[in-house]
């Protein structure tokens, strides 16, 4: 199995960028289809991206598009979510996971599709 482990997270200015980073140990990041979530406190935790297992499919939730570009290295076994233009709204903790990718191109935008998953990483934006 796999273990994604998230980084880049911190605390940025509203307006300013963060690369986050997915890096798997375990397994090759390749076979498997990768989406990040984002929890804050109090709330259910909601989908922001997902990119298929050859990276040819990706798909980001309303709100963030135009904003977050998620992309993946599969050589590099990392996948990234570059977040531009970051808004206070978008303060929360930063989850990858991650499923086995039966299919090529195609990605998950639920919570239930995926069966491994990181620890998160904290993202902060001050207004």
């Known amino acids: 199995q796999v273990q994604p482990v998230e980084s880049g997270g911190g605390l940025v200015q509203a307006g300013g960028s963060l690369r986050l980073s997915c890096a798997a140990s375990?397994?090759?990041?390749?076979?498997?289809?990768v989406g990040w979530f984002r929890q804050v406190p109090g709330k259910e935790r909601e989908f922001v991206a997902a990119?298929?297992?050859?990276?040819?499919?990706?798909r980001s939730t309303d709100s963030v598009k135009g904003r977050f570009t998620i992309s993946r290295d599969n050589a590099k076994n990392t996948v990234y979510l570059q977040m531009d233009s970051l808004k206070p709204e978008d303060t929360a903790v930063y989850y990858c996971?991650?499923?086995?990718?039966?299919?090529?191109?195609?990605?998950?935008?639920?919570?239930?599709?995926?069966?491994?998953w990181g620890q998160g990483t904290q993202v902060t934006v001050s207004s």
């Open positions: 996971a991650a499923r086995v990718g039966y299919r090529t191109d195609t990605y998950h935008t639920t919570e239930g599709a995926y069966d491994y």
């Open positions: 375990g397994r090759t990041f390749s076979s498997y289809a």
């Open positions: 990119i298929s297992r050859s990276g040819g499919n990706t």
